[in-house]
């Protein structure tokens, strides 16, 4: 007896909006239309063995005449039964991508973080500032398109807004004088001196690049997700020098104290 397997691959087609995976109804359809019952494989680690059940084969003892090509009568065919078995499917399947946006993951972006300023709250007039915000990458669980999904944002910019008209763009959040081991007013990446005396506000803005795990790996979002940082309110003041009799600390109450 000479036996024929048959594959069905059903057609794919994408879309790129949200959705979920849909198929065709269950139908026996094509070569497999004269096959009953689901297909049997099995394999014992020298052969796999493919078995199911073909209308007009088969029958009980003795020999027969009859060639490969009579094993199959297809004038009595027996009426097909719908299998269930995956591998058994006709039809069109569609496939939908989940592509996640920035405003998708917009809900899961990261707190803002403090702003610190050195000296803290006060500056001189044309001496160096010191900005620094800590921000780091870091991953947030929660729910997508109804299925669990991790993000994670990892920082790549800073914007600091000085208050006074002027800001400045970073690739990190700055260090401190004391981390990098220089005075205090030195100038460093993330700092600013102001041209005049007053009381400004500095703010900081930080931007992330998000990654996305709906399962299967992550996918980086395209663009960048902005977000406010922490905002410090700074006193700026002139330096003058001056001949006095004693210091402040011994006289609180003198001139310039």
Known sequence: MRLTACVLVGALSLSAAPGVITSAADSPCGAEAAWTGCPSVTNDGSA???TGTSPGSGGSGGSSDRTPEDE??????????VCNDPLNRCGTYEVVLLRPTLEDVARFAPTSHPLVDEPD????????????????????????????????????????AHGDGTSRTSTTGGRSWSALGVPQFTSTDTSH??????????????QYVADVDLGSGWTR????????????TLRIVEARTALVERTCLEDPTGPGC
Do not use: K, Q, W
């Open 221 to 232: 979002v395209p663009g960048t997700l902005s977000t406010p940082g922490g905002t410090a």
């Open 72 to 81: 199959y009568d297809p004038d009595a065919p027996a009426p097909p039964e």
């Open 121 to 160: 709250g006060v500056g001189i007039v044309g001496m160096p500032v010191n900005f620094v915000v800590s921000a780091s990458a870091h991953e947030v669980a929660g729910t997508l398109f109804d299925l669990p999904v991790t993000v994670r944002f990892t920082p790549v910019g800073y914007t600091f």
């Open 48 to 50: 796999v063995t493919v």
């Open 193 to 206: 001196a102001y041209a005049e005396r007053g009381t400004f506000t500095a703010t900081t803005t930080v």
